[in-house]
């Protein structure tokens, strides 16, 4: 590596002086190339038409590397899903770095290498982005935020409130992983299997289900507070009630296994490569096998449907046959002996 | 109250052990089931063994149940 | 999942469920004391499944729920003194004293951590040489073993940082202690599935012989809930009333003797304040004189704040069963799992919170 780069991220190195320009040159442009970043001016200049999806998100994973990913990795990962969740062609991203100072650059290094892996892999650019460093103890190791922007096709409608009765709702694949392999560092659980965390980019997935059908009506990914959650809130947002059955939704065993060790229930953990999409009963299986065919949508299935008893409610039918109430998770998860 | 759950002890070093469920390994305690051998089934309880689970009833149980859901059928 | 994924089955279940629609002639209240076994009563609906003939009421089972708040409080000021710190199980983070709680204590700068063991705890201790970590005792006979074993590990390993707040109660004596009451009337009475792994089934034996209430032992899966009532229905049905093991691949008649040693070794029993039941003569846990030096009330200066009841909070009334939690005049309104008043809602196993979460009235 040219020039002098020392192992250790400095307050220094957020000042705007010279080696916060050697930073931002050797450890970001170099790694994320493209002509937006290589210009470094204020602000970056593109022209679009249409209608434009925007969101913006910040990261504070702990710990910045797990199993399956990084914070960085998260991070391009979670404001792609974001802006595809909105039926989106994700394109442009500003990402920002809020560096505890004390931070080894060789971290610094792999996780701007992560960023690069996911940018591509979910064909979008970085173009713009800020980088500061704060004192120890202001911010626990690194801390992430993101701007996105993407291109909603015409024709494209989707929202949470858009759910119909007699919709099917699909769930891309296995739930909990994400959230299991983060725990896993902290409760001393190992995997004898690769249990990693499902952190993916969705934009092609979706770009796949919309070219199947048109006849999405919503899209969530169901990030912290799990299936439950985002569940709850498209019941609410749209006014109905959502019924899913417990057998059909797909669970790996390790994640039930750490599940009932520690006394969560999957629907509440995180996941950050999996989305849940209420659409017609007519087009449901045609979108199903489109999701299928795509690698982050192998095990899609149809885990329920969109009802009108009990609107603003998600309801579950049990192994037993009975039902209950799956309600939105409150406050965090902790682990219980009871 | 009381979350227990049955892991398969893989391997015993003193009064501890690995224990395996549905994938996962943790390392857990022996101090209250010292008897425990590795290849035995013991129920874990905030990463204590608290019992060996007897896989005999365990069988013995299921035969029953099923017995039962058979009579069932056959009640109509 | 071996030993569990048998036991969820549906089609074994479908068999035990007509099995006892066609038993069950005789109306019958059953309590499950424990709150495990109310979370797997409310999370696969087990209410809706059985006949009309059968009325579920839930019990004191909760060791987070029957924590006085008097006791809660005492944790919370130890949270707060600059060299301590607390390990506790998830379970109590969230549960309201009488003005913080340990989440708000950490939120203020206390050193709170939750563990998922006392060999978290222990570790811990041995890391932070210049603190004191002081465990959280709660819970019944299953976990007082391990709290004991931990302290025993820490003579062992000469550990001079590490305490226990003993919280711990035993059932058997609140058990009594409920039915002299003559509050609920009980025809039989489903047994906590893992303190019998501990202490076995013959401590239940006196509610069989004394009160004439059938007892069965289940474990916690929905397959053994069933198969218990189903057990229990069989006995009133025939006039019976025995002390049942339905649960027997966890549990023996003489329970977990090297436990019961260990437990016996550290503890000796005092009386102990139960929320809604008051003081209950031999239902706590103390440490014995010989390991006292491990006693977090000896060690430190404990100043909590003036213990006072929630105002219109009636969980007492519901751990006991008198009242269930739609009678509750706060219940879904001042009192929500976001907003708890009380530990029944707050607790991941409190009846109030198994109601609310789980939708206590709902049809299939």
């Not at chain 3, 696969?44 to 409080?73: E, F």
Request: charged residues 25%; contains cysteine.
């Amino acid at each position: 590596m040219e020039g002098v780069l020392k192992d250790k991220i400095l307050l220094a190195h957020g000042s705007g002086g010279k080696l916060a320009h050697e930073l931002i040159e050797k450890s970001f442009v170099k790694a994320l190339a493209n002509p937006f970043l290589a210009k470094l001016d204020d602000s970056a200049v593109f022209d679009f038409s249409g209608r434009l999806a925007f969101t913006t998100d910040s990261y504070v994973v702990s710990p910045i590397f797990f199993p399956g990913g990084d914070i960085g990795k998260l991070a391009v990962c979670g404001t792609v899903n974001d802006l595809a969740m909105s039926g989106a062609r994700p394109l442009y991203l500003s990402l920002s770095f809020i560096i505890e100072e004390g931070l080894p650059q060789s971290e610094l290094n792999q996780i701007v290498d992560s960023v690069q892996k996911a940018v591509q892999e979910a064909g979008v650019e970085i173009i713009t982005g800020d980088t500061k460093v704060v004192h120890k103890g202001s911010a626990d190791k690194l801390f992430i935020n993101t701007a996105g922007v993407g291109i909603i096709a015409e024709g494209v409608n989707i929202s949470g409130s858009n759910a119909r009765v007699g919709d099917k709702v699909i769930l891309s694949g296995t739930i909990g992983d994400h959230g299991i392999a983060v725990i896993s560092q902290r409760e001393g659980l190992s995997f004898s299997t690769q249990l990693e965390s499902d952190c993916a980019p969705l934009g092609d997935l979706v770009a796949e289900m919309l070219a199947a059908s048109p006849n999405i009506h919503c899209l969530r990914d169901p990030t912290r507070g799990g299936l439950a959650t985002s569940l709850n809130e498209l019941a609410k947002q749209s006014k109905v009630s959502i019924r899913i059955e417990e057998e059909k939704i797909p669970v790996r065993e390790e994640v039930l296994a750490a599940c009932e060790m520690l006394g969560f229930d999957p629907l509440y953990v995180a996941n950050e490569g999996k989305l849940v999409a209420i659409v017609t009963s007519e087009d449901a299986n045609k979108i199903l096998r489109a999701m299928r065919k795509n690698r982050y949508g192998k095990e899609a299935a149809i885990i329920g449907e969109v009802k009108a008893e009990h609107p603003g409610r998600v309801v579950m039918k049990t192994c037993l046959g009975a039902s209950r109430i799956v309600d939105m998770l409150v406050g965090d998860l902790l682990p219980r002996i009871c | 109250m009381c979350l227990a759950i049955p892991a398969l002890i893989k391997s015993i070093e003193d009064k501890e052990a690995e224990a395996e469920i549905g994938g996962i390994t943790r390392r857990i305690s022996l101090w209250l089931t010292p008897e425990a051998r590795v290849g035995d089934y013991v129920l874990v309880h905030t990463g204590y063994a608290i019992n060996i689970l007897d896989q005999q009833e365990a069988e013995e149980t299921l035969t029953l149940l099923r017995q039962i859901a058979e009579l069932a059928e056959e009640k109509g | 999942m071996r030993f569990i994924s048998e036991f969820r089955r549906s089609e074994l279940a479908e068999g035990l469920i007509s099995q006892i629609h066609r038993q069950s002639k005789t109306p019958a209240r059953f309590m499950e004391f424990c709150g495990g076994h109310t979370v797997t009563i409310f999370r696969y609906g087990i209410r809706q499944v059985l006949p009309k003939t059968i009325d579920m009421v839930s019990g004191p089972g909760c060791p987070i729920c029957v924590t006085a708040n008097a006791d809660l409080d005492k944790a919370i000021a130890l949270s707060q003194i600059p060299e301590v710190i607390i390990a506790t199980f998830g379970d109590m983070l969230k549960v309201p004293g009488s003005c913080s709680s340990l989440q708000e204590a950490k939120a203020d700068g206390a050193n709170v951590h939750t563990v998922y063991s006392t060999m978290d705890a222990l570790k811990i201790a041995e890391d932070n040489p210049d603190k004191s970590v002081v465990f959280l005792g709660i819970g019944f006979e299953t976990t007082a073993p391990t709290i004991a074993a931990s302290i025993l590990e820490a003579e062992e390993k000469g550990l001079r940082n590490y305490y226990v707040l003993s919280l711990h109660k035993l059932c058997p004596p609140v058990i009594r202690a409920l039915l002299d009451s003559g509050e609920v009337r009980l025809d039989g009475l489903i047994c906590p599935g893992h303190v019998s792994a501990i202490i076995g089934s013959r401590p239940w034996e006196f509610i069989a012989r004394d009160y004439g209430i059938p007892c069965v032992v289940s474990g916690f899966e929905p397959l053994d809930i069933l198969q218990s009532v189903d057990m229990l229905v069989n006995q009133v049905e025939n006039g019976k009333s025995e002390v049942e093991i339905a649960y027997r691949r966890g549990v023996r008649p003489e329970g977990n003797q090297q436990a019961l040693k260990l437990m016996e070794q550290v503890f000796e029993p005092c009386p102990a304040q139960w929320r809604g039941m008051g003081e209950v003569q031999g239902s706590g846990l103390k440490l014995r004189k010989e390991y006292r030096h491990f006693d977090a009330e000896l060690a430190f200066d404990i100043t909590p704040c003036p213990t006072h009841e929630p105002v219109g909070c009636i969980c007492g009334d519901v751990l006991r069963g008198v009242k269930t939690p739609a009678d509750c005049q706060l219940f879904g309104k001042a009192c929500t799992p976001q907003y708890p008043v009380g530990p029944c809602m707050v607790s991941s196993e409190g009846s109030c919170s198994a109601y609310y979460l789980y939708g206590g009235g709902l049809e299939g």
